[in-house]
């Protein structure tokens, strides 16, 4: 089965989203199911996870009943108040009923404070995340976040977490040394994964190629391993720098100058993620 493990809807005439302004150009419009669709076909890709793109209920309620029409979106990554214990509980009593709903997260990335993530209260959020069972995406934007990660592994070692984006690595920049460090450490705890994810924009240019994506690749394959790496198009932000089929076939260009192939090819195309989310064979 292959997965794309992160991708996104937005429609911003029925939910609100307060980074979705003007701005994103080319994206700042509704984005849905019959867009994406063709082109996962084209790809071969044949179940993605639905990913929050709102700190919001409505933003999650809009995506569970998008998954529920359509048997390609394989799960919903939604959202839920980490800070708020008791409303967070009654909101996974009421998502946790639906077959579609496969985790959390939260853009850490659009708090004004950059401890967000480590602050107790939210650490003890994921707690509540870890005791049912749900993985979390982590946004750690390097340099901001990533140090965050080893901390958030220690304190809740039974919750899978995963890295989206491998923490936006400085390709434009090309100084990949703190960034490398940053990762190793995050990789040595087992229950933390990565997202090959949302590497086009990170190269901040239009003419990015396979080429620029070797090494922020490879070294993510060093030291995760192939087990816990997946693939991800982040579309439609992904559009900021290309299209679906350029990510896709980009992606698979640098696997294969990598020379993964066999049963890690297939672990990052679709076998890490289906494990990790748990995912279900078949829709029906």
């Known amino acids: 089965m292959i997965v794309d493990s992160h991708q996104h809807f937005w429609d ?3 939910v609100y989203y307060p980074w979705l302004v003007p701005a994103y150009g080319p994206i700042y419009r509704a984005c849905g199911p019959a867009e994406l669709e063709p082109q996962l076909a084209a790809a071969g890709v044949e179940r993605t996870l639905l990913v929050q793109a709102a700190c919001n209920f409505e933003d999650t309620e809009a995506m569970l009943a998008q998954a529920a029409e359509h048997e390609w979106i394989g799960g919903v990554v939604g959202w839920v108040p980490l800070y ?3 409303l967070a509980e009654r909101a996974l009593d009421r998502y946790m009923a639906d077959r579609w709903f496969k985790g959390v997260r939260h853009l850490t990335h659009e708090e004004a ?5 480590v602050r107790p209260e939210v650490i003890d959020g994921l707690r509540i995340l870890e005791e049912r069972d749900l993985p979390y995406d ?5 340099p901001e976040h990533l140090r965050h990660v080893p901390v958030l592994a ?5 919750l899978r977490m995963v890295i989206d984006h491998l923490a936006k690595p400085p390709i434009a920049a090309g100084e990949y040394g703190g960034w490398k460090d940053a990762m190793k450490v995050a990789a040595e705890f087992p229950n933390v994964y990565a997202k090959i994810s949302g590497l086009n924009t990170a190269a901040e240019w ?3 190629t396979a080429a620029d994506l070797v090494e922020p690749i490879g ?3 060093e030291v995760f391993g192939a087990q816990r790496l997946m693939f991800g198009s982040d579309w439609p932000v992904a559009i900021l720098a290309g299209d679906y089929a350029k990510v896709w076939g980009e992606t698979k260009k640098a696997l294969d100058e990598l020379g993964v192939q066999g049963v890690e090819r297939a672990a990052i195309l679709g076998d890490t993620a289906a ?3 748990r995912l279900e064979a078949s829709a029906t």
């Open 113 to 117: 404070d950059p401890d967000w993530l």
């Open 154 to 158: 220690q304190a809740c070692p039974d």
């Open 206 to 208: 239009e003419t990015w």
């Open 219 to 221: 070294y993510a394959l």
């Open 12 to 14: 911003p005439e029925q």
């Open 138 to 142: 982590v946004i750690a934007v390097w």
């Open 84 to 86: 708020a214990h008791r």
């Open 275 to 277: 494990d990790f989310y």
